[in-house]
C-alpha cells in the first residue's frame, strides 16, 4: 500500500504530531508499505528518520499558501500534493494539531475539496477553547473525509459540542510513549530541593506556563524549596524568563530549550507540571511516566484518562490558577508517596505502548484503501492536479 501524509506543522522545526507520524512511518514501513510525506521546508524530519527507512519513505516539500492570483492558479492546476496522484497513494493522512489547521492552510482545504483519493484526518488535539469561525464549511469538510480519527476521546467531545453533532463513527487512537523502559528511571538521588520540570512548546498561554509561574510566585510557594525546569522552544522564551523576573522567583526558574534526549531531564527531576489548556494525550506526559515520575496536570484531553488524583500525579480540574494551586498543593502534601506515584505511572506508560497505536492507524488506513478500491471502477483514474 501506498501512504501518503500531510503534515501541517508550518513554522516549527519539529512538532508533537510529526513525532507520532514518524512512529506510524517506520511501522509501516517494516510492513512494506511506501510513504510520502508532504511537509513544509521547516520541518526537520529527514534527520529523524530510521536509516533503514530512508528509501521506503519520502519527503516531498511544498511552499506556504500565498493569496496572490498567480499562486492561486498554480495552486488549482499544479497542486502541492500532486505527488500523491502521481505516485497512485491509495490513502493520504491529514496529520494536524487541531481540526481547524486545514482552515490556516488554504491549500490544504483546496486539495481536500478536489482530490478523489480518500482522506483520513488525524486530530492530534483540540480545545473547547478554539471558536469555530464557520461551523458550515467545517462540516463540509469533515463531510469529504473517508475517517475521522483522534488521540483522544475528550477532543471528539469537544468538537460535537462545538458542531452539535454527532462524531461517534470516529476513531480515537490514544498515543504511546516513543520509547519502552523495562524499568523507570532511578529516583533522583536528591528530594530536596523538589525539582519540577515543564516540558512544553514555550507558549505560555496555551501550555500554562503563566499560570504555573503565578503559582508558584505565592507566598506559601515562595517558602518552600523547589526549583522548576523549563524545556522546550518557542516564541515565549524571552517572555518566561521576563515574567519569572517580574514575580520574583527568577532564580528558581531555569530555561533549558529543546532537548533530544528526554531520559536525561527524567533523571534529574521529580515531577512534570503541564497546566496546558489544550491537549490530547501529551507525549511529554508520557514520556515522564515512563521515565517513572508522576504528573500534576490539566484535566484536559484524555490526560485524565492516565493521571489521576493520588495515584499517578494529581488533576487540576479546571485551567485557571485556582485549580492548579490546589492540585499542586495536594501534589505537595502527598510528596512522601511522589516514588511510589512514579513507579505506577511507569506502569500505565508501559500499558500503553503495548496497545500499539501505530498498528491501529494501520488498520484503519488499510480498512479506508480497501473500501475506495471496492467503490471505486478500476478505470476511474484519480483526479490531476
Known amino acids: 500500500m501506498k501512504i501518503g501524509i500531510i503534515s501541517v506543522t508550518k513554522s516549527l522545526p ?3 504530531p510529526d513525532e507520532v507520524m514518524l512512529h506510524f512511518g517506520a511501522h509501516a514501513a517494516d510492513q512494506e508499505h511506501e510513504i510520502y ?7 526537520e524530519i529527514e534527520p529523524r528518520l530510521p536509516a533503514r527507512h530512508r528509501n521506503s519513505i519520502s519527503v516531498v516539500r511544498r511552499h506556504a499558501f500565498r493569496p496572490a492570483r498567480v ?3 498554480w495552486q488549482k492546476h499544479c497542486s502541492s500534493f ?7 497513494v491509495d490513502v493520504i493522512v491529514v496529520s494536524a494539531g487541531s481540526i481547524l489547521d486545514a482552515f490556516h492552510q488554504p491549500e490544504i482545504l483546496l486539495y481536500a475539496q478536489r482530490t478523489k483519493l480518500p482522506l483520513v484526518y488525524f486530530c492530534h488535539g483540540h480545545s473547547a477553547f478554539y471558536e469555530i469561525p464557520d461551523r458550515n464549511a467545517l462540516r463540509d469538510l469533515l463531510g469529504r ?3 475521522l480519527v483522534f488521540a483522544a476521546d475528550g477532543n471528539r467531545k469537544d468538537l460535537e459540542s462545538q458542531l452539535a453533532m454527532d462524531l461517534g463513527g470516529a476513531h480515537v487512537i490514544r498515543n504511546a510513549c516513543p520509547f519502552f523502559l523495562e524499568q523507570p528511571l532511578p529516583w533522583p538521588a536528591a528530594d530536596s530541593p523538589a525539582r519540577f520540570a515543564i516540558v512544553a512548546r514555550l507558549d505560555a498561554f496555551w501550555k500554562g506556563h503563566e499560570t504555573l509561574l503565578r503559582v508558584l510566585s505565592t507566598p506559601i510557594w515562595k517558602s518552600r524549596d523547589w526549583l522548576l525546569d523549563c524545556r522546550g522552544e518557542g516564541k515565549d522564551r524571552r517572555y518566561i524568563g521576563e515574567l519569572a523576573a517580574y514575580l520574583g522567583i527568577a532564580d528558581r526558574v531555569r530555561i533549558g530549550g529543546h532537548t533530544d534526549d528526554i531520559k536525561d531531564v527524567w533523571r534529574n527531576n521529580h515531577a512534570l507540571m503541564l497546566p496546558t489548556k489544550a491537549e490530547s494525550l501529551s507525549l511529554a506526559l508520557l514520556e515522564a511516566m515512563m521515565c517513572g515520575r508522576p504528573v500534576v496536570c490539566s484535566d484536559v484531553g484524555d490526560l485524565g484518562v492516565v493521571v489521576k488524583d493520588g495515584e499517578t500525579g494529581f488533576l487540576a480540574k479546571g485551567s485557571g ?3 492548579l494551586a490546589a492540585a499542586m498543593e495536594k501534589f505537595w502534601q502527598a510528596r512522601a508517596g511522589w516514588r511510589e506515584m512514579g513507579l505506577r505511572a511507569h506502569r500505565i506508560s508501559c500499558v500503553l505502548v ?3 497505536p501505530a498498528a491501529k492507524l494501520l488498520d484503519v488506513l488499510t480498512a479506508v484503501a480497501g473500501s475506495f478500491r471496492d467503490r471505486v471502477p478500476a478505470k476511474n483514474d484519480a483526479r490531476r492536479f
Open 354 to 356: 503495548e496497545e500499539n
Open 14 to 16: 519539529w512538532a508533537a
Open 145 to 147: 473525509m473517508a475517517a
Open 71 to 73: 499562486h492561486q492558479f
Open 37 to 43: 510525506y508532504s511537509a513544509h521546508p521547516a520541518l
Open 321 to 323: 490558577g485556582n485549580d
Open 82 to 88: 500532486r505527488v500523491f496522484e502521481r505516485k497512485a
